[in-house]
């Protein structure tokens, strides 16, 4: 077996959509960065690379480079999956966390699951995704940003 963890963290603008795993969520503001800026896929990709000791995502998606400004972080995360794959693992289960005063993301979580799951291939009783708020406590607690954290179990691909 093999485990690994991920965080990402982006902060919050106006004129942007607010993308978590794949879903666009209604909200006033998005996450800033190169890509999509997907918080939670980062997260899980930086999760899935660290359990095969690949490095990072910035290491295969350089935020400097022109051919992923504005990239659709669930074809990253696919790639991510088929590295994973050329490895010899495949994922047992992924759980994360995503870390966000507002929107409220209680109603969406079931269909953000299923979307991660259709991405990385794996049936959606193996993608966990929990939402907490940090008490208003730090940039992310006053609204300026989304974190989130991942762990990623791989076991021997059959």
Known sequence: MRIGNGYDIHRLVPGRPLILGGIPLPYDKGLLGHSDADVLTHAIMDALLGACAL????????PGDPQWAGADSQVLLRQVTALVQEQGWQIGNVDAVVIAEAPKLKPYLSQIRQRLAETMGIPVNQVSVKATTNETLDAVGAGEGIAAYAVALLVPAS
């Open 55 to 62: 490095g990072d995502i910035g290491h295969y998606f350089p």
